[in-house]
């Protein structure tokens, strides 16, 4: 099916993959049909409100006036073959299993509205053979529909990357035939810049989570230069400045209290399922999701031997504890972890964000000069360090990058 036949888009989820889509394909010229079942978040949506920063409050309210964006938590009946996006997230359970409970639910209300010679694609990340194997088979068996068409053109949105945004990165496409494929790549033509086909939907599934399982090995790596630098008495980052010195064969990452988000911690898990399936192992996958996920209790015991060998009674605050700077996403958040491995070490923890502001019942502090020890872990630009710098407080750096925000680092 050509594809200006196709009028209507519903995308499947409304967080930080699927908003910025609905967004795009909107100003791309199509309708589009935001669906999410969390009702809070599409009545915001409604009023233009979102903690996604790329997404400006105008574009929302602009877009819904002309009738481009219709935001709802009912999925639309549409009476002609549309576009469906699944874009929902897939975490893992509590034992670091795939938890697929949102993928399967989005398939299934798919089934109950989906009509012929519509076109569905999976941006969200799962197992290798996810799209053939998981997908088209559910929707296939409870819909009863003929000739509907599959494919998957897997996410790679950074939340808060001003530079490296939805239009302007490389999205990678396939279908599971070559019409599914021709269509896939015409629809996201309309708002990005270069597409790459993969000969078939595992290769762009697998390059998905091999991408960000590149990222988990590498991190984790420079971890454990961290803890030996440590021993040794010599600056982790001194050592990565001269290493990157080297004009082939080398690429900088830095230490940092361990992973978080909704990519590095969860895609090399999916990896290794993968794996699994085809009865084979993920040795090193697994050692650098070990080694990442140890950080927070790793770098606690270093801030204990750092304060005279005890953190009991020590008061101490965290500056920023969402996962990344300038966004207020908690997911997987290593400050979590350590802010858990602090208090289990007898410190008396306080910590500051301004854009997370509440967690768990606990809210955000200013930043106290009334303190033993204060720790930057996530500084976000919002965040004004003047009352730390204006003290003589112990104040280290924590933060998984190579600025410098005008103390030493400690990893």
């Known amino acids: 099916m050509p594809i200006n036949q196709f009028k209507s888009v519903v995308v499947v989820g409304l967080g930080y993959v699927g908003?910025?889509?609905?967004?795009?394909?909107?100003?791309?010229?199509?309708?589009?049909?935001?669906?999410?079942?969390?009702?809070?978040?599409?009545?915001?949506?409604?009023l233009g409100n979102t903690v996604i920063p790329e997404i400006k409050k105008t574009d929302l309210l602009a877009l819904q006036k002309t009738g481009k964006i219709n935001f709802t938590s009912i999925m639309p009946h549409l009476d002609q073959p549309s576009i469906f996006v699944i874009a929902v997230p897939t975490p893992l359970d509590r034992d670091r299993n795939p938890d697929l409970s949102m993928l399967t639910n989005a398939c299934d209300l798919i089934s109950e509205v989906i009509v012929e010679n519509s076109l569905v694609i999976n941006e969200s990340t799962s197992f290798i053979g996810t799209l053939r194997d998981l997908i088209k088979p559910r929707i296939d068996s409870a819909s009863h529909v003929l000739n509907i068409m599959y494919a998957v053109a897997p996410e790679r949105i950074d939340p808060g990357n001003l530079k490296w945004k939805l239009n302007n990165t490389t999205r990678v496409i396939s279908g599971l035939n070559d019409a599914a494929t021709k269509v896939t790549s015409k629809f996201y033509s309309k708002f990005c810049k270069e597409i790459h086909i993969a000969s078939v939907p595992e290769v762009a599934e697998a390059a998905k989570l091999f991408e960000n399982s590149f990222r988990q090995v590498n991190i984790a790596l420079v971890n454990e230069l961290s803890d030996i630098s440590s021993r040794y008495g010599f600056s982790t980052h001194e050592v990565i400045n001269a290493a990157s010195t080297k004009p082939f064969g080398f690429m900088a990452f830095y230490p940092s209290i361990g992973v978080g988000g909704h990519c590095i911690p969860v895609d090399p898990s999916y990896l290794a399922y993968s794996a699994e399936l085809v009865g084979t192992n993920t040795k090193l996958i697994k050692l650098a999701n070990q080694t990442n996920s140890s950080m927070p209790k790793n770098v606690a015991q270093r801030l204990s031997k750092y304060l005279s060998g005890s953190l009991s009674g020590k008061k101490i605050q965290i500056a920023g504890i969402a996962y990344k700077p300038n966004v207020p996403d908690?997911?997987?958040?290593?400050?979590?972890?350590?802010?858990?491995?602090?208090?289990?070490?007898?410190?008396i923890v306080s910590w500051h964000d301004p854009l997370v502001k509440e967690y768990n019942g606990d809210y955000s502090s200013e930043l106290n000069s009334n303190i033993d020890l204060g720790l930057i872990v996530t500084p976000h630009d919002s965040i004004n360090f003047s009352k730390w710098q204006r003290s003589k407080l112990k104040i280290l750096d924590l933060s998984a990058s190579g600025k410098n925000y005008g103390w030493?680092?400690?990893l």
């Open 408 to 410: 030493d680092k400690f």
């Open 19 to 46: 908003l910025p889509l609905v967004v795009n394909a909107a100003k791309s010229g199509y309708k589009v049909f935001g669906f999410d079942i969390d009702l809070e978040k599409v009545a915001q949506l409604k």
């Open 330 to 347: 908690l997911r997987e958040s290593p400050a979590i972890d350590l802010l858990n491995e602090l208090k289990s070490l007898g410190a």
